[in-house]
């Protein structure tokens, strides 16, 4: 007798799970019809036809105008050369811009504390 209610009960299980599929469904296509409705009015309103949308459905992805990758920012003054704002004062052919490395009669004005001699006047 144990045997036959656990039979009972498993095919009791099982039809609840056969209703519970059948009302999932049913939602499901309730839920499907409301975005299709979406669907069409927003293609009607962008001018689509069905063919344009199977086309992108068939290609995995919206063709779009293809964009030229973005390239990283460059500062404003980018490949534009700028004025000395120092001068060596024991050379004054050699000058530094204040920007980049510094040269090595920069880094020792800078560590004897004289960098301001070696300012070129504006």
């Known amino acids: ?34 975005v299709l409705t979406k669907i069409v009015q927003m293609a009607k ?10 086309k992108a459905l068939g290609s995995g992805k919206v063709t779009k105008a293809a964009k030229a990758p973005k390239a990283a920012k460059k500062g404003t003054l980018a490949g534009k050369k700028v004025a000395p704002k120092y001068r060596n004062p ?3 052919e050699q ?11 920069v880094q ?3 560590t004897a504390g004289t960098l301001d001699t070696a300012l070129i006047a504006a």
Not at 45 to 54: K, N, P, R, V
Not at 95 to 103: A, F, K, L
């Open 1 to 34: 007798m144990a045997r036959n209610t656990v039979a009972s009960q498993l095919a009791a299980l099982r039809k609840q799970r056969e209703l519970i599929a059948k009302k999932e469904q049913a939602l499901l296509s309730k839920s499907h019809d409301k």
């Open 108 to 110: 020792e004005l800078k």
């Open 45 to 54: 309103e962008a001018g689509l036809t069905a063919s344009d949308i199977s």
């Open 90 to 92: 024991a050379n004054p």
């Open 95 to 105: 000058t530094w811009t204040g920007r980049g490395v510094s040269p090595t009669w």
